[in-house]
Structure formats: C-alpha cells, structure tokens
C-alpha cells in the first residue's frame, strides 16, 4: 500500500505552450497517413494558437484575459 499526494493547483500552468501546440500538430500530422484533415500544418497551428492562447473568462462580474498557463 502507498500513500500519494498530487499538487494539482499548479500542474498546468507549468507546460510551454508554444512548444506542446509543435508536439501537438507534429504527431497529429506523423500519424495520419491518409489524413481527412483539411488544414495544413500552419491553419492547425494557428487554431490551436487561438483557442488556447486567447481564453476570457468572467468572474465577480467583470471580463477577464488569461495571461499566463492554459484554462484548465
């Protein structure tokens, strides 16, 4: 038996986005042969880019942009 504890209040923030979107996009693109993807490598770069790297939210009322680490 062991006992396990997890700091899970800062486990995401830590990952380089710039370089997991790369990863992301070389091993989407490394693994499908016949891809049905109709984007190229740059167009998925860029969606990922948008939807991780302009995330708002809204707390207490008032907008907010995500500066810094991913939305979990």
Do not use: R, W
Not at 51 to 68: E, K, M, P, R, V
């Amino acid at each position: 038996m062991f006992l396990v504890s997890y700091d899970g209040t800062s486990l995401f923030t830590n990952i380089p986005l710039s370089e997991t979107i790369d990863l992301a996009v070389n091993a989407i693109f490394d693994s499908n042969t016949e891809s049905h993807l109709k984007l190229s490598k740059i167009q998925l770069k860029e969606l990922f880019n948008f939807a991780t790297s302009h995330t708002h939210f809204l707390f207490n009322g008032c907008f907010y942009d995500q500066i810094d680490g991913v939305a979990i």
